[in-house]
């Protein structure tokens, strides 16, 4: 796949720097529409105002503004052309900063867009000494732009190993509002960053959970990717897992895994089962089934999008109620896929009169074993494979990944499984046979169980 500016860098430089974007830089200041709260600002501090925040979104938008340039004018992507464009826009805020001080002496939200500029030029003590002075002269600054000082003076402070100072900011942010999960895990990572390198691993510990905790609520804020979501979980729940590990307390990092992986489940997603299932192995514990975890309930799994069925009659997960139910997603091509069939088929024979219901999902790829076909041949050649493989049962085929991306699976073949009451209990991610005697010992055990 050709790569172009798509702005990844900018992007990860933005999550980096949770002052960096011009959503969370704060609104211009205004007086409220009743004049309470606040004083309104004069027409020179008012016009002050205006030309520091200029200066920083100037700064702000640079990268963004050339990589649009660049895809425009269909330039191929050039990695030395993309970290040239990422330091210019420092050495433009440093300079944008170095207008703004020549202004000195600094007062209100002048202090605060200095910070942020000192912050986007990569100085960190610039950016931590102009926030200091803007939370001690916040003038009419509005209490979003104080939280973001916050933040961002709690980040820098941690950085340069001024931990107490990084523990006051943060625990200001914690007394304030407004409160922001994403900015309770970043500054708690921070500092548990911190303390883990300098080998204070209590400590760490400590920061860690804070980031767990903010990331789990920040999982469940979000309705956008999976992806993101996942991701969220497992940086703070692994970086957790870690901390304990080297504060001897490890016992208490495989609760943590086995929470991720339970919440994994519930979700469901696959991707993060994976993820959290291969640290557990790495920590040397044996594969099981996750345990239950009070608090964290089983939801009723994505719908699937079937647009042709073979041998089954078009069917909803939602008309399956009472039954327990095996979504195997699999394609032809893949190897590992056809070592499972079999056993799955196996399970399917055994199990089918006592409420056992089987789907395979597939897409379409309009492909035939390397060679380009029709959807009306690919079909055809779905039906052969079951036929050949004596597969007893139904095939569901989907137009795109979708319905396999909303269970967070992006590796095959993974199977899901479904209790009498619609609720995801179980996944497998490989062709692993402990796997597939763990899916083998779960099935009979959710139809020994009531559908009430």
Not at 66 to 85: C, H, I, M, S, W
Not at 200 to 218: F, M
Not at 366 to 387: H, S
Request: charged content about 25%.
């Amino acid at each position: 796949m050709k790569k172009v500016f798509n702005q990844a860098a900018l992007a990860l430089m933005l999550a980096l720097s949770p002052a960096s974007a011009r959503a969370q830089s704060g609104v211009k200041v205004k007086p409220s529409a009743d004049g309470a709260g606040r004083s309104a600002p004069s027409a020179a501090d008012a016009a002050s105002v205006e030309g520091a925040q200029a200066l920083y979104d100037e700064a702000a938008a640079y990268a963004q503004r050339r990589f649009d340039e660049f895809r425009k004018g269909n330039v191929p992507y050039d990695k030395a052309l993309e970290q040239k464009t990422l330091q210019e826009q420092k050495e433009l805020a440093l300079r944008n900063a170095a207008k703004l001080d020549a202004r000195a002496p600094l007062h209100g939200t002048d202090l605060y867009y200095a910070g942020l500029l000192y912050a986007l030029a990569g100085k960190g003590e610039g950016a931590l000494d102009s926030l200091r002075h803007f939370l001690s002269d916040a003038g009419a600054a509005s209490d979003e732009q104080k939280q973001r000082a916050r933040v961002l003076a709690a980040q820098h402070a941690a950085a340069l190993n001024l931990d107490t100072e990084a523990e006051e900011m943060l625990a200001a942010y914690e007394r304030s509002e407004p409160r922001r999960a994403a900015d309770l895990q970043h500054v708690s990572l921070v500092l548990a960053a911190s303390y883990y390198k300098q080998g204070e691993y209590v400590r760490a510990s400590a920061h860690a959970r804070e980031a767990y905790a903010a990331a789990l609520q920040l999982a469940g804020e979000r309705g956008g990717d999976p992806r993101q979501r996942d991701s969220t979980i497992y940086t703070s729940g692994a970086f957790l897992a870690s901390t304990l590990v080297k504060a001897e307390r490890r016992a208490e990092a495989v609760r943590v895994i086995q929470e991720m992986r339970s919440r994994a489940v519930a979700l469901p997603s696959a991707n993060l089962y994976s993820q959290a299932t291969e640290l557990l192995l790495s920590q040397g514990e044996d594969y099981n089934v996750p345990p239950a975890l009070a608090g964290v309930e089983p939801v009723a799994p994505p719908e699937i999008e079937v647009v042709e069925w073979i041998e089954q009659q078009p069917v909803r997960l939602s008309d399956l109620r009472g039954k327990v139910v095996l979504l195997d997603f699999w394609a032809t091509w893949c190897g590992p896929c056809r070592h499972t069939i079999p056993r799955i088929n196996a399970l399917s024979r055994k199990y089918k009169d006592r409420g056992l219901v089987v789907l395979g999902l597939t897409e379409f790829e309009g492909n035939d074993e390397g060679r380009d076909v029709t959807r009306a041949e690919e079909l055809d050649y779905l039906r052969q494979f079951k036929r050949k493989q004596s597969i007893s049962y139904g095939f569901g085929v989907s137009n795109d990944t979708k319905t396999r991306y909303t269970y967070g699976i992006y590796s095959i073949p993974t199977t899901v499984l479904i209790d009498r009451r619609g609720r995801v209990r179980f996944l497998t991610i490989s062709a692993s046979d402990f796997e597939s005697d763990a899916l083998a010992r779960m099935i009979p055990k959710l139809l020994d169980e009531p559908s009430q």
